[in-house]
């Protein structure tokens, strides 16, 4: 990728001052001179003084808005500086790993989709594959298109991607409506393999409520885009 890219990450965080140091730290080696804006959604933990301390730019409140109230804080905000170049998204867990993320910039700014969305190598937790199960046969019924990582929060657009989804849907369901909404759009999508790890919810009590929550979002996006026929 060309040295004088535009690039812009928006990083999505709830609680997450334990990894995120590493994970600013991994994106300001894997993009240098890049425009950081964390979406803080709500912390507790001090995610937003770690974030600023680091450089980067914050955006969020004292509660919490939903992952996907969050992230189109941090798109509105990207976009206010003028809509060239790549915008990556990516969760605040990804720790070291956000590294790898150049190859899923470089899936757009190369010029073979205008959504890019990183499937991991290796599956890390997760529970019996209901909540994903779900997401995908959405995703497919919806727009025809068939990912292996539907609910991804790694994904790279161009500025126009961007301003087509914005606003992300609500929660969780966010994924799964740019997907859909962007396709709709005759945008292209592609998914790009990359060795990414995260914190992960494994088949425990807090994992089961977790991935619940999700296939509330996930149904209510169904419903709501098969509805809609939102393009």
Request: hydrophobic share 45%.
């Amino acid at each position: 990728m060309p040295a004088d890219t535009t690039i812009t990450v928006i990083v999505t965080a709830r609680n997450e001052a334990d990894r995120l140091p590493a994970t600013l730290a991994a994106l300001a080696d894997a993009f240098p001179g890049a425009r950081v804006v964390v979406a803080d959604d709500g912390s507790a933990d001090g995610s937003a003084q770690v974030a600023r301390q680091a450089g980067a730019e914050v955006v969020g409140g004292s509660s919490p808005v939903g992952k996907g109230g969050a992230a189109t804080l941090g798109g509105q905000r990207a976009l206010k500086g003028g809509g060239a170049g790549v915008f990556v998204l990516c969760d605040g867990d990804l720790g070291d790993s956000a590294r790898h993320l150049p190859l899923l910039a470089e899936a757009v700014w190369g010029g073979d989709c205008d959504l890019a969305v990183a499937v991991f190598a290796a599956r890390v937790g997760g529970g019996v594959g209901l909540a994903v199960g779900f997401a995908r046969w959405a995703v497919q019924r919806l727009c025809g298109l068939r990912l292996d990582a539907p609910i991804s929060g790694q994904r790279a657009l161009s500025g126009e991607a961007l301003r087509t989804v914005l606003p992300f849907a609500p929660r969780f369901g966010m994924e799964i409506a740019m997907t859909v909404d962007a396709t709709r759009a005759g945008l292209r999508v592609r998914e790009v393999q990359l060795p990414l790890t995260h914190r992960a919810t494994g088949r425990s009590l807090r994992g089961f409520l977790h991935r619940g929550r999700q296939l509330r979002d996930f149904a209510w996006v169904y419903l709501d885009r098969r509805s809609s026929g939102r393009a």
